[in-house]
C-alpha cells in the first residue's frame, strides 16, 4: 500500500530541528501542505522552509506558537484550518530536557517541561480534534521516548512528561475509536539531534572524554544496537501511520529505540 498524503495538512510542532524538521520534509515529499513551528533565529526557520520546500510540491508555512502558551497552540490550529481548510496530521513533537536529581532539579525547569513535552500536546489534541471528528478524518501522533515507557535517573521532569504523553495518547485513541481518527504515540531511544549533543557534551566534559566516545558510551550503557535512531526511520514510520496501512492502528506506543526498553 503506498501513502500519498496530497490534500492533507499536517502540523509538525517542533519542527525547526530534527526529528520533527525530518517528519516535516517527509510529508511535504508525500504530498500534504505542511505547517511548520518551532523556536530559531530567522535564517535557521527560513533554512528549514527551505529544506521542507525542496522536498514537496506545496509551499510549507511556518506558525511561531510558542508551546508554553495555549492560546497560540489554538491560534496555530485555527489559522491552519482558515488558511488551508483543515488539520488532518497532527504532530505533537516540541520538546525539551533538563537533566538534574530531583532534590536539585530547577522548578521553573519541571514546569516548562510539563507544559512543553505534555500540555501543550494536549491544547493542539483540543483545539484540533472538532474540525477531525467533523471531518471523520485525523492522524495524531506524539513523539514520546523511550522515557514514556522506562525511567533514568536525572530525568524526572523528562520521564514524567514522556509517561504522561503515552496515557494521553491512549484517552485520545479510545475516545475517536469509532471514528477515522487515530491517536500513536512514537518511543525513540538516543538520536543525535541537539537535544541530544547536550547530553554527549556534558558527559564529555563530566569524563574528560572526546564527544565521540562520549556518544558511544550513552549508547553502549542503554541502547543494544549501539546506534542512534536516525530522524528519517522516525519519519517513516509517523508516515505509515498516516498511511491506509496504519488505519485501524490506535492508542500504539512504537519503541524505536534499538532494543533499550525491551531489557
Ligand atoms: P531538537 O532540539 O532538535 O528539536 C526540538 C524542537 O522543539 C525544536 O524545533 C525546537 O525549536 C522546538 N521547541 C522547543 N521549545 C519550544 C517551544 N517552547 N515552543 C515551540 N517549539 C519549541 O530535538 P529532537 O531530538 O528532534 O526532539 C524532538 C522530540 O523528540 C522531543 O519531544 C524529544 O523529547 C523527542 N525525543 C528525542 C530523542 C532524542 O534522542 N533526540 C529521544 C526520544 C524522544
Known amino acids: 500500500m503506498s501513502i500519498d498524503l496530497s490534500g492533507k495538512v499536517a502540523i509538525v510542532t517542533g519542527s525547526t530541528s530534527g526529528i520533527g524538521l525530518a517528519m516535516?520534509?517527509?510529508f511535504a515529499g508525500l504530498g500534504a501542505q505542511v505547517v511548520i513551528n518551532g523556536l530559531g533565529e530567522e535564517t535557521d526557520i527560513q533554512a528549514a522552509l527551505d529544506d521542507v520546500a525542496s522536498a514537496g510540491a506545496t509551499t510549507p508555512k511556518y506558525d511561531p506558537?510558542?508551546?508554553?502558551?495555549?492560546?497560540a497552540i489554538r491560534g496555530m490550529i485555527s489559522s491552519a484550518e482558515s488558511e488551508f481548510g483543515s488539520v488532518d496530521i497532527l504532530v505533537n513533537n516540541a520538546g525539551i530536557q533538563h537533566t538534574a536529581r530531583i532534590e536539585d532539579f530547577p522548578h521553573g525547569r519541571w514546569e516548562d517541561i510539563i507544559s512543553i513535552n505534555l500540555s501543550s500536546a494536549f491544547y493542539a489534541i483540543n483545539a484540533a480534534l472538532p474540525g477531525m471528528q467533523k471531518r471523520d478524518f485525523g492522524r495524531i501522533i506524539n513523539i514520546?521516548?523511550?522515557h514514556g515507557?522506562?525511567?533514568?535517573?536525572?530525568?524526572?521532569?523528562?520521564?514524567?512528561?514522556?509517561h504522561g504523553i503515552i496515557g494521553l495518547t491512549k484517552v485520545t485513541a479510545?475516545?475517536?475509536?469509532?471514528?477515522?481518527?487515530?491517536?500513536?504515540?512514537?518511543?525513540?531511544?538516543?538520536?543525535?539531534?541537539a537535544l541530544v549533543e547536550k547530553q554527549i557534551a556534558a558527559l564529555a566534559e563530566k569524563e574528560s572524554l572526546e564527544t565521540e566516545e562520549a556518544a558511544r558510551q550513552l549508547l553502549a550503557a542503554?541502547?543494544?544496537s549501539l546506534r542512534f535512531t536516525r530522524p528519517e526511520e522516525l519519519a517513516e514510520a509517523a508516515a505509515f501511520l498516516c498511511g491506509p496501512g496504519g488505519a485501524n492502528m490506535t492508542g500504539a506506543s512504537l519503541a524505536m529505540d534499538g532494543g533499550w526498553s525491551i531489557q
Open 149 to 162: 515507557l522506562v525511567g533514568s535517573v536525572e530525568k524526572s521532569a523528562y520521564v514524567a512528561a514522556k
Open 144 to 146: 514520546a521516548s523511550v
Open 222 to 224: 542503554k541502547e543494544p
Open 174 to 193: 479510545l475516545e475517536n475509536a469509532t471514528q477515522n481518527i487515530t491517536c500513536n504515540a512514537i518511543c525513540p531511544g538516543w538520536v543525535r539531534t
Open 24 to 26: 516535516a520534509r517527509n
Open 65 to 71: 506558537a510558542n508551546m508554553l502558551d495555549a492560546d
